[in-house]
């Protein structure tokens, strides 16, 4: 699986591509032929809550795009957030697929 990682208005270093890089191919044990994820993360500054981290994962599976957004104050949080509501769609994708079968 290819991991796509962007980001806005934030720095992208090392450390995080790696953590996200962590967080995000632990998918893989549910589907295999997952094509590439793509991971955008973006920090908002708003005047009353002070910075928003926004994460966005776009998955690419057969014949379907999964896609799930979190946010939160915290840039790790939003990752984690989004790794495990990330694993949880794609497990509900697997199910789909296996009682089709």
Do not use: F, W
Not at 23 to 31: A, F, P
Not at 44 to 50: A, D, F, I, L, M
Not at 73 to 83: E, G, M, R
Request: without cysteine; neutral net charge; charged residues 40%.
């Amino acid at each position: 699986m290819k991991i796509i990682i962007s980001g806005k208005h934030l720095e992208m270093t090392e450390s995080l591509k790696e953590y996200v890089e962590t967080k995000i191919s632990r998918i893989t044990k549910y589907l295999e032929n997952i094509t590439e994820t793509h991971v955008t993360l973006t920090v908002e500054n708003t005047k009353s809550e002070g910075k928003i981290y926004k994460a966005i994962a776009l998955t690419s599976v057969p014949n379907k795009t999964i896609r799930v957004e979190e946010e939160k104050d915290d840039l790790y949080s939003a990752i984690d957030i989004l790794a495990d509501s990330l694993e949880r769609q794609v497990r509900k994708y697997k199910e789909k697929i296996k009682d089709r079968d």
